[in-house]
């Protein structure tokens, strides 16, 4: 474009000689041509590009420490949650990677207004062209496209940088991240399951059942409530409690779609309370572009909690190279950059983006998360914990990887060249600092073999403490020794947390047609709406809200198992396996089962004194 021309054109007029202590590099990040992207041709040289810029975070074993303290329930810290400002200033990297990194740029005519730095300093951002990037890092930039999807990307395989700042720099993205917006269609394509309706059929909104507390013939508010021994439970306008979800490449719920339903399922609520929508990294809320998943999540989600205040926000991630034409990276980073800036968030965040990690990427999957790049974003929900806010993700509809039992016909293969079978953890999922939620079917709840929820062990995370007792007493009376050598690490982060229904709503779409569907990520809605009103309850007796859940969840599943609706019967394969079987406790295929309000409700309503050993349990 002539508008990239001139950028560029400008860029090449700032760089003088660049010093010699810049010239030698060395290989920062390589992966292979991962699967179902094509290389197409080389990159348009006056495409521009925005790149982000990690710096280390040197004080990590500082925040995990503080982390560790204030999520566990034995711990005398617990529920000190720290400010905004106390987590930024843990975080300020160290002035000698500022310095390196800054004078790096400025020597190829990065500096001034052309710099833009995060709100917690940990990171720059910086518009070029793609000629610029590729002399910065040494590289080739080539136009990839997705093979299912059709969609374009600007992408590199491996890139470099000076061996003077190797070691001031966590990473640089977009290079290696292969990302796709999962729009509806593609994750409808890839599970067959996501708009799922009873006998293919579509009904009017006057003709849904009336609100009832039976789940026979499909999952309403009443059946949830019931089910979950949430009656007469609600959230509140005035203790400070809120819940929000994050939403990318401007897809967000419909208000007038809320209203009606809201209106059919909660008849005596009164009015129902419009939820703020925050727009970060150019994200948009047009109110004419939205899915079946995002609807159902805003209808159970914020209907279960109202009056709570609810917040969305609209987090862009399609540019901006060349919006229109290419497909942009995964915009983790801009939406906990913002967050983690606020100085309230919302008590509970629940997460619908669905990507994939890891060393191994699913051959029906979109990303291949590079292990810096997980490590980082996974180190910013931590935070989020520790600022008091719990995190929930869904844990979808992969299985292990894929849902087959049969080695000779599996999608799950290594990213790696060797093409071995390898189980294909999600990120985030795998995250420890993140409580996935499992998926569930039917009444009385069983795991949903036809639809699986995810599964899995990380390739990244090790195991972390509170996950210890759980998780090896699975592994020792459950799977054989020696079992999957080679497509699993057993000794790592293992999900999910808990679980709750995944299929079969009623709901309101469109404003005018209400369906039955299947929907795995509302999972996150159902539970997070236990959690929002556990904390509703909590502030009401002037306690901090539960911040990062997963050491309290694994202490009340080992003392007080009646807080969870367990499924101990069940199978779930995947990956030519097996797989996994369902247990007494927690398990592979839905943690420790769905919420049992009314049991939470007791077991956290007070300052913890539990009377055991946190080491007995493997707490934090």
Same mark, same amino acid.
């Given at each position: 474009?002539?508008?990239?021309? $001139?950028?560029?054109?400008?860029?090449?007029?700032?760089?003088?000689?660049? !010093?010699?202590?810049?010239?030698?590099?060395?290989?920062?990040?390589?992966?292979?041509?991962?699967?179902?992207?094509?290389?197409?041709?080389?990159?348009?040289?006056?495409?521009?590009?925005?790149?982000? *810029?990690?710096?280390?975070?040197?004080?990590?074993?500082?925040?995990?420490?503080?982390?560790?303290?204030?999520?566990?329930?034995?711990?005398?810290?617990?529920?000190?949650?720290?400010?905004?400002?106390? *987590?930024?200033?843990?975080?300020? !990297?160290?002035?000698?990677?500022?310095?390196?990194?800054?004078?790096? %740029?400025?020597?190829?005519?990065?500096?001034?207004?052309?710099?833009?730095?995060?709100?917690?300093?940990?990171?720059? +951002?910086?518009?070029?062209?793609?000629?610029?990037?590729?002399?910065?890092?040494?590289?080739?930039?080539?136009?990839?496209?997705?093979?299912?999807?059709? +969609?374009?990307?600007?992408?590199?395989?491996?890139?470099?940088?000076?061996?003077?700042?190797?070691?001031?720099?966590?990473?640089?993205?977009?290079?290696?991240?292969?990302?796709?917006?999962?729009?509806?269609? %593609?994750?409808?394509?890839?599970?067959?399951?996501?708009?799922?309706?009873?006998?293919?059929?579509?009904?009017?909104?006057?003709?849904?059942?009336?609100?009832?507390?039976?789940?026979?013939?499909?999952?309403?508010?009443?059946?949830?409530?019931?089910?979950?021994?949430?009656?007469?439970?609600?959230?509140?306008?005035?203790?400070?409690?809120?819940?929000?979800?994050?939403?990318?490449?401007? *897809?967000?719920?419909?208000?007038?779609?809320?209203?009606?339903?809201?209106?059919?399922?909660?008849?005596?609520?009164?009015?129902?309370?419009?939820?703020?929508?925050? %727009?970060?990294?150019?994200?948009?809320?047009?109110?004419?572009?939205?899915?079946?998943?995002?609807?159902?999540?805003?209808?159970?989600?914020?209907? %279960?909690?109202?009056?709570?205040?609810?917040?969305?926000?609209?987090?862009?991630?399609?540019?901006?190279?060349?919006?229109?034409?290419?497909?942009?990276?995964?915009?983790?980073?801009?939406? #906990?950059?913002?967050?983690?800036?606020?100085?309230?968030?919302?008590?509970?965040?629940?997460? #619908?983006?669905?990507?994939?990690?890891?060393?191994?990427?699913?051959?029906?999957?979109?990303?291949?998360?590079?292990?810096?790049?997980?490590?980082?974003?996974?180190?910013?929900?931590?935070?989020?914990?520790?600022?008091?806010?719990?995190?929930?993700?869904?844990?979808?509809?992969?299985?292990?990887?894929?849902?087959?039992?049969?080695?000779?016909?599996?999608?799950?293969?290594?990213?790696?060249?060797?093409?071995?079978?390898?189980?294909?953890?999600?990120?985030?999922?795998?995250?420890?600092?993140?409580?996935?939620?499992?998926?569930?079917?039917?009444?009385?709840?069983?795991?949903?073999?036809?639809?699986?929820?995810?599964?899995?062990?990380?390739?990244?995370?090790?195991?972390?403490?509170?996950?210890?007792?759980?998780?090896?007493?699975?592994? +020792? =009376?459950?799977?054989?020794?020696?079992?999957?050598?080679? $497509?699993?690490?057993?000794?790592?982060?293992?999900? !999910?947390?808990?679980?709750?229904?995944?299929?079969?709503?009623?709901?309101?779409?469109?404003?005018?047609?209400?369906?039955?569907?299947?929907?795995?990520?509302?999972?996150?809605?159902?539970?997070?709406?236990?959690?929002?009103?556990? =904390?509703?309850?909590?502030?009401?007796?002037?306690?901090?809200?539960?911040?990062?859940?997963?050491?309290?969840?694994?202490? *009340?599943?080992?003392?007080?198992?009646?807080?969870?609706?367990?499924?101990?019967?069940?199978? $779930?394969?995947?990956?030519?396996?097996?797989?996994?079987?369902?247990?007494?406790?927690?398990? !592979?295929?839905?943690?420790?089962?769905?919420?049992?309000?009314?049991?939470?409700?007791?077991?956290?309503?007070?300052?913890?004194?539990?009377?055991?050993?946190?080491?007995? #349990?493997?707490?934090?």
């Amino acid at each position: 474009t002539v508008r990239g021309v $001139i950028l560029a054109l400008s860029f090449s007029s700032l760089v003088a000689a660049i !010093p010699s202590k810049f010239t030698a590099h060395r290989v920062k990040d390589a992966t292979p041509s991962p699967r179902e992207w094509v290389k197409r041709s080389r990159a348009p040289a006056d495409a521009s590009i925005e790149l982000r *810029i990690a710096l280390p975070l040197d004080n990590w074993e500082v925040v995990e420490r503080h982390i560790t303290e204030v999520s566990d329930p034995y711990h005398a810290r617990y529920g000190q949650h720290l400010s905004v400002e106390e *987590i930024k200033e843990l975080n300020t !990297p160290h002035q000698d990677s500022v310095d390196a990194v800054t004078e790096w %740029l400025a020597a190829h005519g990065l500096h001034g207004d052309l710099l833009q730095r995060s709100t917690a300093g940990d990171s720059f +951002k910086v518009k070029v062209p793609v000629s610029v990037a590729e002399k910065l890092m040494k590289t080739e930039y080539h136009v990839w496209e997705h093979s299912d999807s059709g +969609k374009l990307t600007i992408r590199t395989t491996e890139y470099s940088v000076p061996s003077s700042v190797h070691e001031h720099i966590d990473f640089i993205q977009p290079t290696t991240l292969f990302s796709l917006p999962p729009t509806p269609e %593609l994750i409808s394509k890839r599970t067959g399951a996501l708009s799922r309706k009873a006998n293919d059929t579509t009904l009017p909104v006057s003709a849904l059942s009336a609100p009832s507390s039976g789940c026979n013939v499909a999952v309403s508010p009443a059946c949830v409530q019931q089910l979950y021994n949430m009656d007469g439970i609600k959230g509140s306008a005035s203790s400070g409690n809120g819940i929000g979800f994050a939403s990318f490449h401007d *897809i967000t719920p419909l208000r007038e779609n809320y209203r009606t339903f809201f209106e059919k399922y909660f008849p005596t609520a009164g009015a129902p309370t419009p939820w703020e929508v925050i %727009l970060v990294n150019g994200g948009r809320d047009t109110q004419n572009r939205s899915s079946a998943v995002f609807e159902v999540v805003a209808q159970y989600g914020f209907g %279960l909690t109202h009056p709570t205040p609810a917040t969305v926000w609209s987090t862009g991630g399609q540019g901006p190279v060349e919006a229109t034409e290419y497909e942009e990276s995964a915009p983790w980073e801009e939406y #906990l950059d913002y967050v983690l800036s606020h100085p309230n968030p919302p008590p509970t965040i629940m997460l #619908l983006y669905e990507p994939l990690h890891p060393s191994a990427l699913v051959a029906h999957a979109a990303f291949l998360v590079p292990k810096e790049y997980a490590q980082r974003v996974c180190r910013q929900f931590g935070q989020l914990g520790a600022r008091g806010v719990s995190v929930l993700y869904p844990a979808a509809e992969t299985s292990l990887g894929d849902a087959s039992d049969d080695p000779n016909d599996t999608i799950c293969r290594s990213n790696d060249g060797s093409n071995k079978r390898k189980f294909l953890p999600r990120f985030p999922a795998t995250c420890p600092y993140v409580t996935v939620v499992g998926k569930t079917v039917g009444i009385p709840e069983t795991p949903d073999f036809v639809y699986p929820g995810s599964t899995g062990f990380s390739e990244y995370f090790k195991r972390p403490l509170y996950q210890e007792l759980a998780v090896s007493s699975y592994l +020792k =009376n459950h799977v054989t020794k020696g079992a999957y050598s080679g $497509i699993i690490n057993f000794r790592s982060s293992a999900y !999910p947390d808990v679980a709750a229904l995944g299929s079969w709503y009623e709901y309101v779409f469109r404003n005018e047609t209400g369906w039955i569907m299947s929907c795995p990520s509302n999972t996150v809605s159902l539970f997070g709406a236990v959690v929002s009103n556990l =904390n509703t309850v909590r502030l009401s007796k002037k306690l901090p809200p539960l911040g990062f859940l997963n050491p309290l969840l694994y202490a *009340i599943g080992a003392l007080y198992p009646k807080a969870f609706n367990d499924m101990s019967t069940g199978n $779930i394969p995947g990956c030519g396996t097996p797989g996994f079987n369902a247990s007494k406790g927690w398990d !592979p295929l839905t943690g420790f089962g769905s919420p049992n309000f009314g049991v939470l409700k007791d077991n956290v309503s007070f300052p913890f004194n539990f009377d055991v050993k946190s080491e007995e #349990l493997g707490s934090l």
